[in-house]
Nanobody
């Protein structure tokens, strides 16, 4: 059973940066279409970034130009580099496959809070 583990969330001031990490020992990320999602209080979970097995990336308009998704094949990790953070980026962030390929069990997520 695949277990996804997200980490790297923190409290950060507006304009700051964070890098989130996602690990799972049971799958090899470079063969998967992976994505980062976020869920803010009272809102539905939304897909914010996606990377294909071929390395093509796509982003939600709200994060385009500020967030970068990547896969480290050597470490078998998926990252989300988040720059120029805004208060509206506050949410619990999760990694999982792109919806088209079905979901693994959701991890616990990692909390990102952007506030001064």
């Amino acid at each position: 059973q695949v277990q996804l583990v997200e980490s790297g969330g923190a409290l950060v001031q507006p304009g700051g940066s964070l890098r989130l990490s996602c690990a799972a020992s049971e799958i090899i990320f470079r063969f998967r279409h992976m994505a980062w999602y976020r869920q803010a209080p009272g809102k539905e979970r939304e897909l914010v970034a996606h990377i294909t097995s071929g390395g093509i990336t796509n982003y939600a308009d709200s994060v385009k130009g500020r967030f970068t998704i990547s896969v480290d094949n050597a470490k078998n990790a998926v990252y989300l580099q988040m720059n120029r953070l805004k208060p509206e980026d506050t949410a619990v962030y999760y990694c999982n496959q792109h919806p088209r390929y079905g979901f693994f069990n959701w991890g616990q997520g990692t909390q990102v809070t952007v506030s001064s």
